[in-house]
């Protein structure tokens, strides 16, 4: 899907395994649906309990579920995206669980079921979607991964927005606060009503059940089990929270078990780290785009602001932004960097 970026946002610019195993997956989708329709409540910061988007941190699966489903659908397949080698190094497990079957004497015979499972139904089974069927998830509602010519809508829109962010909070001071704050909410209207769009019965049922299921009913669980931590030499098993948290013993994990089974493609701590932040604030940051609807209080807009920018600062790092500007860009009268040449200068091309 294409569309072209106005002219103002153009300049702006993540055998089978047997019945209990089924079932329990079935459950972790079912779990997830019944949250679909639940409103959100006041409740404390990072209780879980419904705080909108702007104000609630993902730190565990409750608050991931919480900040993701319902309008807000999108930001779990963003998460999902930005972290999907996850579910590629789970498999790769299940495939090595079976080719090397010395390597796994002690682990449970639950997790057998499920490393055997993934190992078979990968691509035959709705709940357990592969690496294609996946991507074919994302890129309806993101755009390719590598995109080329034209801006995917989401990407161009996102960058817009992006931009605007940064160039509110990275104003020298404060006498244009009002107009750039005015910018931030002209490039939201666009995006906001682009995933409120997209998110109807395929986003919500590809977020309620398949990506439950083969996430967090398989591949997650099997990556947090400690046989298979102790099979690549790791003496702690990530956390329950992880991947919703960053969690040292994950990192190294992921660093191990794509190293030794990765066939190259070793994927180092820091560039799960690095991913692992873009995947976490990008969902923050796209529940807030949903949540915001407009009010021009100031408060409000910041909330949205500081979002965008925690996302827009994650992004950066792994994308190593910002570049050097090719020639000196002219500043504000008022000592402000320029928005639009200045956001032009430090996005350029950014991955989906």
């Given at each position: ?110 997790l057998a079921a ?32 590598e995109a080329t ?106 660093e191990e078990a ?95």
């Amino acid at each position: 899907m294409i569309c072209q970026v106005t002219p103002v946002g153009a300049a702006l610019t993540l055998a089978l395994a047997g019945r209990t195993a089924g079932r329990r997956i079935r459950k972790a989708a079912a779990v997830m649906t019944s949250d679909t329709d639940t409103k959100a409540r006041p409740g404390p910061r990072n209780s879980g309990r419904g705080r909108a988007g702007g104000e609630l941190d993902i730190a565990d699966l409750a608050t991931f579920d919480r900040l993701t489903t319902g309008e807000r659908a999108t930001a779990g397949l963003a998460f999902h995206r930005e972290v999907d080698c996850l579910v590629d190094l789970a498999h790769l497990v299940a495939t090595d669980f079976f080719d090397r079957p010395q390597l796994y004497r002690d682990v449970s015979d639950e997790l057998a079921a499920d490393l055997a499972r993934l190992r078979a139904r990968s691509g035959c089974d709705e709940l357990v979607p592969s690496r294609e069927q996946r991507a074919a998830v994302y890129s309806g509602v993101f755009g390719p991964a590598e995109a080329t010519g034209p801006a995917p809508c989401f990407a161009g829109m996102r960058d817009q927005l992006l931009a605007a962010a940064a160039a509110f909070a990275e104003r020298v001071y404060d006498t244009g606060a009002d107009m750039l704050r005015a910018a931030v909410r002209v490039m939201h209207v666009y995006l906001r009503d682009y995933l409120l769009d997209v998110t109807g019965a395929s986003v919500r049922w590809s977020r309620t059940q398949a990506l439950p299921a083969v996430t967090e009913g398989l591949s997650y669980r099997i990556l947090r089990d400690p046989g298979i931590a102790a099979r690549f030499g790791v003496n702690q098993p990530p956390a329950p929270q992880w991947p919703y948290r960053p969690d040292a013993n994950g990192a190294k994990l992921v660093e191990e078990a794509s190293g030794q089974l990765g066939g190259g493609q070793r994927i180092t701590r820091g560039m799960f780290n690095d991913r692992q932040q873009v995947a976490l604030r990008g969902a923050e940051g796209l529940a807030a785009v949903i949540d915001y609807d407009g009010n021009p209080d100031p408060a409000r807009v910041d909330v949205l602001i500081r979002r965008c920018y925690t996302w827009y600062a994650a992004r950066g790092r792994v994308l190593h932004l910002p570049e050097p500007a090719p020639a000196p860009v002219a500043a504000a009268t008022d000592g402000n960097r320029s928005l639009y040449d200045g956001a032009r200068a430090t996005l350029p091309s950014m991955l989906s």
